[in-house]
């Protein structure tokens, strides 16, 4: 929660209540599975306040916005740097830590200046698998 407090946002009681929902949190949640979560805890909380958390966080490196699931934007608050899975039955997103070296394309070569990359896989996560094997 620390480095949360030091992004300089406002931390109002329910923002409090969507950080602690995001603190640690590896399921890469969307906005409406962040909303269902701390709307248990306060009922009052607005589909708004969740979504304007979420870019003050994300324009302050807090959370990272994660466009692997074509349906709904998910949220990663693990900044450090990792590639992602995503299992096209359950949309689950799996953290991958393993650093792929990669040669950069030709047409990178000259004249840009790349600063980073991230891979994205596609397929079955293993529990969907077991269960179309059943
Ligand atoms: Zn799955
Ligand atoms: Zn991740």
Known sequence: MQRYRQL????????????????????????EDIYKAVKKQFPTMSFA????TLEALKNRGGVMELKIDDKRKRY??????????ICTKCRSIVDIFKDYKLSLPDELKKGFDVTGNSIE?????????KGSEQ
């Open 8 to 31: 300089q946002i406002k931390l109002t009681p329910q923002r409090l209540a969507i950080l602690s929902y995001l603190n640690g949190n590896k399921t890469h949640p969307s906005a």
């Open 49 to 52: 306040t969740v979504y304007n």
């Open 76 to 85: 990663d608050p693990d900044s450090t740097k990792h590639h992602h899975f």
């Open 121 to 129: 896989f596609y397929g079955t996560c293993r529990k969907c698998k």
